[in-house]
């Protein structure tokens, strides 16, 4: 079965630092990829996705992730966070096609000024 | 309508009772999932329907939970004899289904947070 592993609990940054969140896949085949944001209150959102084509992809908000096949690695950047950014952060996963998206424990990114 | 649209809220209940849980899709979703999302964690697959039929239901804890959509468009979480450990958020989220390249995104709605006493 598929799973996903996020390392990192709780991150603490202050404003402007650089950010960096992992994601680790343990599935072979071909995947599409994805981080989700939710926001205190508010319902998740997706940030960006990958599915095919360059392994660096651009997300909303200056959030970029880049896919390492080799390393089943799908890793969240920013390279500079705002207080906004606080949220929680969630890596997913799903087999090409129809099966559903797993997703792994998230993140929880605190900002401080 | 515009998202996903979820009722209720907040659903509190006493342990031993029955509870629904509704979704309405974004208009033109094939595709509906429920996922149970408990404090700490990430979303946790429930069920998945592609159209009226559920497609894969392999989430669902027990018999205990159920989960419709007859007409292909809302559906409903049900719940019998709830326990205190079926406190959770029950989250809903649509996606155009698996034809035309579909690449499986997911649009949730806020959620119904359920809490058994």
């Known amino acids: 079965a598929q799973s996903v592993s996020q390392h990192n609990h709780h991150v603490i940054l202050s404003e402007a630092a650089s950010l960096e969140l992992g994601c680790n896949y343990s599935?072979?085949?071909?995947?599409?990829l994805f981080w989700y944001v939710q926001y205190p209150g508010q319902h998740l959102q997706l940030l960006l996705k990958y599915f095919s084509g360059d392994p660096l992809v651009k997300g909303i908000k200056g959030f970029e992730a880049e896919f390492i096949k080799s390393k089943f690695s799908f890793n969240l950047r920013k390279p500079s966070v705002q207080w906004s950014d606080t949220a929680e952060y969630f890596c997913a996963v799903n087999v090409r096609g129809n099966t559903p998206l797993v997703f792994g424990k998230g993140t929880r990114l605190s900002v401080i000024a | 309508g515009a998202g996903v649209s979820q009722t209720p809220s907040n659903k509190v209940t006493e342990k031993g009772k029955y509870v629904e849980l509704r979704c309405d899709p974004i208009?033109?979703?094939?595709?509906l999932y429920w996922y149970r999302q408990s404090l700490g964690q990430g979303p946790e697959f429930l069920i998945y329907f592609q159209g009226t039929g559920a497609a894969d239901d392999s989430g669902l804890p027990n018999d205990r939970f159920f989960a419709v959509r007859p007409e292909g468009s809302v559906s409903t979480l049900k719940i019998q004899r709830t326990e205190r450990g079926d406190s959770a958020v029950y989250l809903c989220a649509s996606s155009l289904g698996t034809s035309g390249g579909n690449t499986g995104e997911l649009f949730f709605g806020e959620g119904s947070r359920l809490t058994v006493l």
């Open positions: 208009s033109g979703h094939t595709a």
């Open positions: 599935y072979g085949g071909t995947v599409n």
